[in-house]
């Protein structure tokens, strides 16, 4: 049952994600629209994750995509992976294949990306869960929320001006 639950065309996600912000909320604010759902995890007010159903890009892929390693690296490490799952950031670390500062930073562009997407959110619904955490997380982000809302809101702007 969550703590907190209301309707995105009264509040929109800026608000509820300022409110949760403020009053340093810890667990899971989940976001659904028609054919899209987001979910980000706070701590203190902070987002520590995110991630969307509709580009559900996986960290390997992103790293690829970004340049960051090759997909050949890529199919390696997996390759590799032992039984008991590691996560595929770990794993990439341990094989020396990226620093842990550019795996943080590209974790840090995928969170910022998701952000960036439901501040559009217009209509449907919200649901807040107090002290869920992601089920595991190797590399944890604090990134401070006032920083990606108002991105989030510029960019929201310019797409409104470029529609005009």
Request: charged share 35%.
């Given at each position: 049952?969550p703590?907190l639950k209301?309707?995105l ?9 300022q ?8 667990g899971?604010?989940?976001l659904?629209?028609?054919s899209n ?7 203190g ?17 992103y790293?690829?995509?970004?340049g ?16 008991r799952?590691k ?5 990439l ?16 562009e ?10 559009r959110w217009q209509n449907g ?5 107090t002290?869920?955490k ?15 809302m ?15």
């Open positions: 049952m703590d209301g309707n065309a009264v509040f929109q996600p800026i608000s509820v994600m409110m949760l912000n403020l009053a340093e909320a810890t899971e604010l989940r659904v629209v028609e759902s987001a979910r980000l995890y706070f701590e007010g902070n987002v520590t994750y995110a991630g969307i159903s509709s580009r559900p890009v996986k960290l390997g892929e790293l690829v995509k970004e960051l390693i090759e997909k050949k690296t890529l199919d390696e490490v997996l390759e590799k992976r032992p039984r799952r996560r595929i950031g770990t794993l670390i341990e094989a020396g294949c990226i620093q842990e500062a550019e795996l943080r930073t590209a974790i840090e995928q969170i910022k990306e998701v952000i960036y997407e439901v501040v619904s919200f649901s807040f869960r002290g869920k992601p089920a595991a997380q190797d590399v944890r982000i604090d990134i401070p929320l006032d920083h990606l108002l991105e989030g809101l510029k960019r929201l702007d310019e797409e409104r001006e470029n529609t005009r």
